[in-house]
């Protein structure tokens, strides 16, 4: 089953401007990820917040968690159309080491 | 530094058969994670080994059966294929089972069952 549940399924931009995506989670957890996946293939590890976290940033990327309302945010400023891509979140639940993925977030970046 | 390593990278298998997948870690890391990834959706979790042993499983039915070696590399086998089992299928390696360890994916095995 699915944990997080990711908003909108798609999304498409023009390069320059900035991509937000959503996620929403329906269990406590104890951190939440963000990945990405071009093209149907691996995924990569993009950020990790945990819990007791807020907020926080690498280089273009910008992940904010508010655990009272079980949800996520992931912020591309300044998009690419490199950044084209799925966008996945999984949520790691207390007890156990492993992800639980929602259905991910389509961006398309536009030249 | 070596990352997380599958193979074969495309299957083509009849219902029925069976399967196996192959995972090498990424160096340095013990435990492998293996998810089914159906087309459009998220990645499922199917199962974790640690120090050669299945420590976590997710829903998926006794056909699903995997094995640890080792040297931490990892092997996933499937029997009874089913037309529903076409999927990418991803490896995850980490260190140790702390639930606030980064999963490293492989790129996958596709597999296409007929």
């Known amino acids: 089953s699915q944990q997080g549940e990711e908003d909108p399924q798609a999304l498409s931009i023009q390069e320059g401007e900035n991509a937000t995506m959503n996620c929403s989670y329906k269990?406590?957890?104890?951190?939440l990820q963000w990945y990405r996946q071009n093209s149907g293939r691996g995924l990569v590890h993009l950020i990790l917040?945990?819990?007791?976290?807020r907020e926080k940033h690498s280089g273009r990327l910008r992940v904010t968690l508010d655990t009272s309302k079980k949800s996520s945010s992931l912020l591309i400023t300044a998009s690419r159309a490199a950044d084209t891509a799925s966008y996945f979140c999984?949520?790691?639940?207390?007890?156990?080491?492993?992800?639980?993925f929602g259905k991910g977030t389509m961006l398309l970046v536009s030249p | 530094d070596a990352g997380v390593t599958q193979s074969p990278t495309h299957l083509i298998k009849t219902r029925g058969q069976q399967v196996t997948l192959r995972c090498s870690p990424k160096?340095?890391?013990?435990?492998v994670s293996w998810y089914q990834q159906a087309l459009g959706q998220g990645p499922q979790f199917i199962f974790q080994?640690?120090?050669?042993?299945?420590?976590q499983r997710g829903n998926f039915p006794d056909r699903f059966s995997g094995h640890q070696f080792p040297n931490y590399s990892s092997e996933l086998n499937v029997n009874a294929l089913l037309l529903g089992d076409s999927a990418l299928y991803l490896c995850?390696?980490?260190?140790?089972?702390?639930?606030?360890?980064?999963?490293?994916f492989g790129p996958g095995t596709r597999l296409l069952v007929l």
């Open positions: 269990t406590s957890i104890n951190n």
């Open positions: 917040i945990r819990s007791n976290e």
């Open positions: 995850a390696s980490s260190l140790g089972t702390g639930n606030q360890e980064t999963q490293y």
């Open positions: 080994y640690y120090e050669e042993e299945e420590r």
């Open positions: 999984a949520t790691n639940i207390a007890g156990y080491s492993t992800l639980t």
């Open positions: 160096s340095g890391h013990d435990t």
